[in-house]
């Protein structure tokens, strides 16, 4: 399965929506990594690597849903690691979001709305040094009971308008883009 994400990610890299110079260059870097199906799409693949993560909105598309994370210590969308068995990023981004937030949806139909952000990691995240992440945009009801994983201390919904205090560089700008694009 792991060419098969491969070519998933050359998929999505290839289609990826490039308006902005920010955009472009997102899809440019990207593209440097997933040349082929081949990719790095296991964190067994070296230092750099993909990740899927599922940017959560409420059918108002006014508020997200975040996970505050144990290891970077900051607020930011469900996702990690492709595992073996997923057959897409879609297919990740959803059991991410299963895993971290006990929000189970059924699959994505194409096309999906998504980003490319390319991001370097602290030394706290050990042997990876920088995710190349597909945030695949999902909407749902904020009413489902959420559960707070392993991995992260809290799951709470935020108003766009006001996210946390700590979270990644660039953030706020991704989660706006994305909700405009389902917007539009």
């Given amino acids: 399965m792991i060419t098969a994400l491969g070519a998933d990610v050359r998929r999505l890299v290839i289609g990826a929506a490039s ?11 990207f593209a440097t ?3 082929d199906d081949h990719g790095p799409v296991s964190r067994d693949d070296g230092p750099d690597h993909a990740t899927a993560s599922a940017l959560v909105f409420d059918p108002s598309l006014t508020r997200t849903l975040l996970v505050f994370h ?7 969308q469900p996702g990690g ?3 073996p068995e997923d057959a897409s990023i879609a297919e990740a981004a ?32 050990g042997r990876c040094t920088s995710h190349l992440d597909i945030g695949v945009a999902v909407v749902v ?28 560089d660039g953030f ?13």
Wanted: aromatic share 8%; net charge negative.
């Fill in 141 to 168: 009801d904020d009413d489902l009971a959420l559960v707070v994983s392993e991995e992260s201390e809290d799951v709470r919904w935020w108003p766009i308008d006001a996210l946390p205090e700590h979270v990644p």
């Fill in 33 to 35: 990594f997933f040349r």
């Fill in 172 to 184: 706020q700008g991704r989660v706006r883009r994305l909700r405009d694009r389902l917007v539009g």
């Fill in 81 to 83: 690691h492709l595992e």
């Fill in 19 to 29: 308006s902005t110079d920010q955009e472009r260059d997102a899809v440019a870097d």
């Fill in 70 to 76: 144990a290891k970077g210590r900051f607020w930011v």
């Fill in 94 to 125: 959803l059991r991410e979001l299963r895993e971290e937030t006990g929000v189970d949806l059924p699959a994505l139909l194409e096309p999906l709305v998504y980003d490319l952000d390319h991001h370097g990691l602290s030394s706290a995240f």
